[in-house]
């Protein structure tokens, strides 16, 4: 069974003359374990796709399933348990509390469901680790670079044990090495068989994805596997040789 399906989906901001057609009749599959990278210059309309992938705004027509169920027929408090339940998110802004530490920050998605407290540390402590910051369970977002707060909203993504990962723009405001080890984990999460979905303007990070879904004036005008994949763990290895 595919993981997303997406059928003849538009989105219209507005009425009358002043409508603005974001998305015009966009129809993809994702199938379980895919890396896809989605490109398209500002106003393609990727990043719509990627609200309508995330469930965070519904289509004007056509449809969508999440792992076989279809989302149009459900209520605002059946997406937020879906969304919660299927969908990690990564953004380029790292969205992180300033006040809390990496571990109360990795925790808030696991509070909101009434996990309890032991259970929920132990969760955390395991996805912190897994993206390389078992050292820093108890630093603030000001004591950390920008690619070790990028790593913690990766973990805060991965702490609910999501069927999908959206990642916007997650390496636009990193240098070239934290970008490699911010990509390095991604394709790490990947290997292991979770299904990610990454919004980027920079052909260069389409490169450690698998496939290429290009955007262009609300469509999709190329669906490509990537050849030449790269490996993000051997470009880190020549870049400090």
Known sequence: MDLLLIDDLARTYGTGSGAVSALKGVSFRVEPGEFIAIMGPSGSGKSTMMNQLGLLDRPSSGRYWVDGVEVSKLDDDELAVLRNQKIGFVFQGFHLLPRTTAMENVELPLVYRGMPAKERRERCQKALTSVGLGHRLDHHPAQMSGGEQQRVAIARALVTQPSILLADEPTGNLDTKTTLEVMR???????????????????????????????????????????????????LLELSA
């Open 185 to 235: 984990i991604l394709q790490g999460l990947n290997d292991k068989g979770l299904t990610i979905l990454l919004v980027t303007h920079e052909p260069e990070i389409a490169l450690y994805t698998k496939r290429l879904l290009t955007f262009r004036d609300g469509r999709i005008v190329r669906d490509d596997q990537v050849n030449g994949r790269r490996r993000a763990d051997l470009d």
